[in-house]
């Protein structure tokens, strides 16, 4: 049973405008959220995290969004570049006492077009 | 220097060969993972360590058993795998309780033919 869903498998999106990426979560008892950002044959790289007591997180380009009421979360990308062309992955974690261990959504391809 | 590094990078092998992938971490977290990727499926978790103790095995198949020697190093054995079992594998670390945040190695493009 999936707890993080993206249910977008793809994006387009033109050079300098905004890329929103969605990502919905099934389990209340989440504390963190994560974005991931993956390029062909590397692994994962992480992006930005959120608390679950915050609703907004902002880091330059990147902002993620959180609505714990619709169980939501959104990135947003502004403006997009070229570089930023890759799939993001939405994670969501419970702590426990060995750390935290992710849950992971399918990922979203973003493609940015100059 | 690579914060988690996975050897090897690629790998085929026979059903009946045994097999070990590789993960190193020089970050000094206390937590290290193994996920799986396989094609249109979201990472899954396979196990977790927390000061070299297993502490989470998500229901995985004998056939991978994983070793936590030390901290810093994290080993998963492989043998009998099946063919449906070729994903990639990739390895992670976090700092534990104090962060969520776990930083991935590039991966193992595992292959059973």
């Known amino acids: 049973d999936q707890q993080v869903k993206q249910n977008s498998p793809s994006l387009s999106v033109q050079e300098g405008r905004i890329s929103i990426l969605n990502c919905d979560y099934t389990n209340s008892m989440f504390d963190y959220f994560l974005w991931y950002k993956k390029y062909p044959a590397e692994g994962p790289t992480f992006l930005i995290s959120?608390?679950?007591?915050?609703d907004k997180n902002e880091d330059g380009r990147f902002t993620v969004f959180l609505n714990k009421s619709a169980k939501h979360l959104s990135l947003h990308i502004v403006p997009s570049q070229p570089g930023d062309s890759a799939v993001y992955f939405c994670?969501?974690?419970?702590?426990?006492?060995?750390?935290?261990?992710?849950?992971f959504g399918k990922g979203t391809s973003l493609l940015v077009t100059p | 220097e690579t914060g988690v590094t996975q050897t090897p990078r690629h790998l085929v092998m026979g059903m009946t060969n045994k097999k070990s992938l590789k993960c190193e971490q020089h970050l000094g977290h206390n937590a290290m993972y193994w996920y799986k990727q396989s094609a249109k499926k979201p990472l899954e978790l396979m196990f977790v360590y927390s000061l070299e103790e297993r502490v989470e095995n998500n229901s995985v198949p004998s056939r991978f058993s994983p070793e936590c020697p030390n901290s810093s190093h994290l080993f998963l054995h492989l043998h009998t795998l099946q063919p449906e079992d070729s994903a990639l594998y990739l390895c992670?670390?976090?700092?534990?309780?104090?962060?969520?945040?776990?930083?991935f190695g590039q991966g193992t493009r595992l292959t059973v033919v």
């Open positions: 959120i608390s679950s007591i915050k």
């Open positions: 992670a670390s976090s700092p534990g309780p104090s962060s969520p945040v776990a930083f």
């Open positions: 994670a969501a974690s419970v702590i426990s006492n060995s750390g935290y261990a992710l849950n």
